[in-house]
């Protein structure tokens, strides 16, 4: 069992920067793939950033290519979404999910992503 608490949401003004934060107490977090997903009021759950156990291999949603960076440190545990340059289209709660498979980005529903933590809030006021 993983379990995953995001953190860092909040608000922010269009053009402005937040980074989040998801924490995976455990030994066991270096061997899961780290996932971001946001979902907003009345749409479906979407992938953002994906980033590998080793950190070497990453994945962005072409909509926040060049804005939002993936990281994580497997000393402490903790995956972060860096945001920067936000826009009002991304108010929506994030999740973070892990896996120990990597590319489900795509699917939809639940991804087949074992692991969700509750989600954070990001809410990008115009």
């Known amino acids: 069992q993983v379990q995953l608490v995001e953190s860092g949401g909040g608000l922010v003004q269009a053009g402005g920067s937040l980074r989040l934060s998801c924490a995976a107490p455990?030994?066991?977090?270096?061997?899961?793939?780290m996932y971001w997903f946001c979902q907003a009021p009345g749409k479906e759950r979407e992938s953002v950033a994906a980033?590998?156990?080793?950190?070497?291999?990453?994945y962005y949603a072409d909509s926040v290519k060049g804005r939002f960076t993936i990281s994580r440190d497997n000393v402490k545990n903790t995956v972060y979404l860096q945001m920067n340059s936000l826009k009002p289209e991304d108010t929506a709660v994030y999740y973070c999910?892990?896996?120990?498979?990597?590319?489900?980005?795509?699917?939809?529903?639940?991804?087949?992503?074992?692991?969700w933590g509750k989600g954070t809030l990001v809410t990008v006021s115009s």
């Open positions: 999910g892990a896996d120990p498979v990597w590319g489900l980005w795509v699917g939809g529903g639940n991804y087949g992503i074992h692991y």
């Open positions: 455990g030994r066991t977090f270096s061997t899961y793939q």
């Open positions: 980033i590998s156990t080793s950190g070497r291999s990453t």
